[in-house]
């Protein structure tokens, strides 16, 4: 078992539609991160969360330390959103152990 | 755009040969992180470093290594190429320790 899974794999979605994704972990960490990977290859850091919940525009991310498991929200999604989505969590402090990826397409 | 360059963006080579791959963070940032992504493994971390030291390694071959220089860039040195070594390699930097990291748009290496 990956010491972080994701879910859904791949998820498509209308224009509009409000999304969520899941990420769950076994491990001990000192924070969870939200990464998006454009179909170029690009990694943006989205969200670093250790409690509780962070906005930034239309995303939404949130960790419940106790049950070890983060969503990511995506509302009013946009096909410009499409992208992979992948969490990962800082383990012994700076080693980032990564999920397998969220492939998100939105279709208009 | 990140502030993070990496060069170079595509690279070919063949098998056993040796490589340098180079990373400038952002300025200011003194942490250094390098990362391997290949399509059957996915992203794993491969070594940190923080204002010229080595900080934390991950899954790092023995034929790879890093440094981080005084001016804060780093090279990551890959020798003995293999055909699995084929994968896109990114950088990210951090301020400090524990913080937002910022990728760089990473190094396509095919090994051939």
């Known amino acids: 078992k990956n010491e972080v899974e994701q879910s859904p794999q791949n998820l498509t979605a209308q224009e509009g539609e409000f999304i969520t994704i899941n990420c769950s972990y076994s491990v001990g960490i000192s924070a969870l991160h939200w990464l998006q990977q454009h179909p170029g290859g690009g990694i943006v850091s989205l969200f670093m969360l250790s409690s509780g919940k962070k906005k930034h525009g239309r995303l939404i991310a949130t960790i419940n330390i106790q049950e070890k498991h983060s969503s990511l929200h995506i509302t009013a999604s946009h096909p410009r959103d499409s992208a992979v989505y992948i969490c990962?969590?800082?383990?012994?402090?700076?080693?980032?152990?990564f999920g397998a990826g969220t492939i998100l397409r939105v279709k208009s | 755009d990140s502030g993070v360059t990496q060069t170079p963006k595509h690279l070919i080579t063949a098998t056993g040969q040796r490589v340098t791959l180079r990373c400038s963070p952002r300025?200011?940032?003194?942490?250094v992180y390098w990362y391997q992504q290949s399509l059957d493994q996915g992203l794993q971390f491969l070594i940190q470093?923080?204002?010229?030291?080595?900080?934390a390694k991950g899954n790092i071959l023995e034929r790879f290594s890093a440094q981080q220089f005084p001016d804060l860039h780093s090279e990551l040195n890959l020798s003995s190429l293999e055909l699995g070594d084929s994968a896109l390699y990114f950088c990210?930097?951090?301020?400090?320790?524990?913080?937002?990291?910022?990728f760089g748009p990473g190094t396509r290496l095919l090994v051939l």
């Open positions: 990962a969590a800082s383990k012994e402090g700076n080693k980032l152990v």
């Open positions: 470093y923080y204002n010229g030291e080595e900080r």
């Open positions: 300025s200011g940032d003194l942490s």
């Open positions: 990210a930097s951090s301020v400090r320790d524990k913080e937002t990291q910022y």
